[in-house]
């Protein structure tokens, strides 16, 4: 039996994310019990299972809707099953976490989001990267007119490694796998819409990207609603590390967050000073802003709040995408309501 006065989860997907949310949800939100995962690597999931003493494990996540114990389900499986499944929970009653993106297809999305409006259960989508405790420093500094008005936005953001060419080929391309995190950033920080997107972008890094016919490095113009201009500028692969970057520059100053280090140990000698690098991954960056994100979701089931990343900010990044990929086409500036 689940403690009631918590919220009982089901985890569905056991890769990268699931694990990590896994983990979290065992060993770091006491205010959730994780009641089953699923799987269709169920090895793995049983893996899982008896490391993080989780009773039920399963290969349908149908069988996690019929669960009385499970309140809320997340959705960290791959994204063509996104909107099967958070149709499904939704119409069953449940709360839904839906790791990026909710789905490649703006229609599939819109009727994703009216099921989960009608069911009137809380859907928050997973851009962990609001939650980093640097970049919510930096939009509160914007918010608050610590800066004054905003009036310049750089966001970059590089990998430390292209990924595989068989995820390039199902991934949508980098405005929609990679860029579309920034895009969220985007409007996090300015706290405002973006109205226009031009971008520009070829291949620097792996010859077989465009052999598939995708880009590796681009940089990305836009323009918000209130005039704010911002650039991004993404590569596939920065030597050094995982390299996350943004400024906001103001009228009254600037407000910029760095890149964490692995550690803080300084080298000195005749040929200079050395220090460490960024992490070499995601998972690692943004491990604790993973954790806040789920524990935010809890919360708001809790309380009966709006969540803080909504199925419309889940959205609005892959209108963006689609105007970005529209820009680099055709060459020019591409405004958002073309696409929407």
Same mark, same amino acid.
């Given at each position: 039996m689940n403690n009631p006065s918590k919220i009982g989860v089901g985890v569905i997907g056991t890769g990268r994310i699931g694990k990590l949310h896994i983990e979290h949800l065992s060993q770091n939100i006491p205010d959730a019990e994780l009641i089953a995962i699923c799987s269709l690597d169920t090895e793995t999931a049983e893996i899982f299972a008896e490391q993080f003493n989780i009773p039920k494990v399963t290969s349908d996540y149908r069988t996690l809707l019929d669960d009385s114990q499970i309140d809320a389900i997340i959705v960290a499986s791959s994204t063509d099953t996104h909107v099967e499944i958070c149709q499904a929970a939704a119409e069953a009653g449940m709360h839904i976490f839906c790791e990026k993106p909710i789905a490649l297809d703006l229609e599939q999305i819109d009727e994703t989001l009216a099921i989960v409006e009608k069911a009137g259960v809380k859907f928050q989508v997973g851009f962990n990267r609001r939650f980093d405790a640097n970049f919510r420093r930096v939009r509160e500094a914007v918010a608050s007119g610590e800066i004054g008005e905003p009036h310049i936005l750089r966001i970059t953001s590089r990998?430390?490694?292209?990924?595989?060419?068989?995820?390039?080929?199902?991934?949508?391309?980098?405005?929609?796998?990679?860029?579309?995190?920034?895009?969220?950033?985007?409007?996090?920080?300015? &706290?405002?819409?973006?109205?226009?997107?031009?971008?520009?972008?070829?291949?620097?890094?792996?010859?077989?990207? &465009?052999?598939?016919?995708?880009?590796?490095?681009?940089?990305?113009?836009?323009?918000?609603?209130? &005039?704010?201009?911002?650039?991004?500028?993404?590569?596939?692969?920065?030597?050094?590390?995982?390299d996350q970057r943004v400024e906001v520059f103001g009228s009254k100053g600037m407000v910029a967050a760095g890149n964490p280090l692995t550690d803080t140990v300084t080298f000195s000698g005749s040929e200079g000073n050395r220090t460490a690098s960024p992490p070499d991954f995601f998972v690692e960056r943004y491990k604790a802003a993973y954790l806040s994100e789920l524990q935010a979701f809890i919360q708001c089931i809790q309380k009966g709040t709006q969540p803080l990343v909504t199925g419309e900010d889940g959205r609005a990044p892959i209108v963006m995408g689609y105007a970005a990929l529209k820009s680099l086409r055709e060459n020019r500036p591409v405004q958002l309501s073309e696409i929407l």
């Open positions: 990998d430390p490694a292209p990924p595989p060419i068989e995820y390039v080929k199902v991934s949508g391309g980098i405005f929609l796998d990679m860029t579309i995190h920034d895009f969220d950033m985007a409007r996090y920080l300015i &706290g405002d819409e973006v109205v226009e997107v031009y971008a520009v972008g070829g291949v620097r890094v792996d010859q077989k990207i &465009g052999e598939v016919g995708d880009i590796d490095t681009t940089i990305i113009t836009l323009r918000f609603q209130d &005039g704010v201009l911002a650039t991004i500028d993404n590569s596939r692969e920065a030597v050094y590390g995982y």
